[in-house]
């Protein structure tokens, strides 16, 4: 198998990747756009109605909870264990809120 074509073999036999499992970008692009935008969608309908004095801890906390309940769904979905996924995609959520804030701030660019 290996004289043949080495890379065939090792990637279907190592790896588990065949002509039936091959990459299909397109579908993870369109899939990706989806998930993205509605995992906006509930902060952009806070943000929307919140008011504007507590409009960013509105929004944060809204994209928190979101996020806790897609994190959830997938952990669910995928069979892993639901606490830890959620506070992992909750975790780095906020780390990447208070980076893109503190960067806002650093720059006089956020309230």
Do not use: Y
């Amino acid at each position: 198998m290996m004289a043949h074509d080495a890379l065939g073999a090792h990637a279907r036999d190592e790896l588990g990747i065949s002509e039936i499992t091959t990459a299909r970008p397109i579908q993870a692009a369109v899939t990706s756009a989806i998930t993205f935008s509605a995992g906006a969608a509930l902060p952009l309908v806070v943000a929307a109605v919140a008011p504007l004095d507590t409009l960013a801890i509105w929004v944060a906390v809204s994209a928190l909870l979101g996020l806790a309940v897609l994190g959830a769904l997938g952990a669910r979905a995928g069979g892993a264990p639901i606490g830890r996924s959620v506070l992992r995609v909750v975790f780095w959520g906020a780390l990447a809120m208070a980076i893109t804030a503190g960067v806002g701030r650093l720059f006089h660019i956020a309230a």
